[in-house]
Nanobody, 123 residues
Framework: QVQLVESGGGDSVQAGGSLRLSCAAS????????MAWFRQAPGNEREFVAA????????YYTDSVKGRFTISRDNGKKTVCLQMNSVKPEDTAVYYC???????????????WGQGTQVTVSS
């Protein structure tokens, strides 16, 4: 059974601060999966945030987080992280980890999803 378990959210963080989200994967051959982070704010559709390819050598970001967020992966530990710096109130959302076989996508066409972790940025 595939599981993606996010952590690192929960407590509120002030605008301008930093937060690190982690996602632990199990039940899949991690090195075969591109990984991504999505987010969904209240009343909004889920949107793509960042993605990383199998080796970690290529990363992609939505424009609103470029230069502030960094996605990384550790294939040995089967984890993917999202380092969030200079956070803004508009980053407030539930953040989801996702896995897709072989290739990155910026849409919702991912094979597996985590349950999400709440990120709240206060002004």
């Amino acid at each position: 059974q595939v599981q993606l378990v996010e952590s690192g959210g929960g407590d509120s963080v002030q605008a301008g601060g930093s937060l690190r989200l982690s996602c632990a994967a199990s039940g899949l051959t991690f090195t075969r999966y591109a990984m991504a982070w999505f987010r969904q704010a209240p009343g909004n559709e889920r949107e793509f945030v960042a993605a990383i390819n199998l080796s970690g050598g290529s990363t992609y970001y939505t424009d609103s987080v470029k230069g502030r967020f960094t996605i990384s992966r550790d294939n040995g530990k089967k984890t993917v992280c999202l380092q969030m710096n200079s956070v803004k109130p508009e980053d407030t959302a539930v953040y989801y980890c996702a896995a897709r076989l072989w290739t990155i996508a910026t849409g919702n066409e991912y094979d597996y999803w985590g349950q999400g972790t709440q990120v709240t940025v206060s002004s």
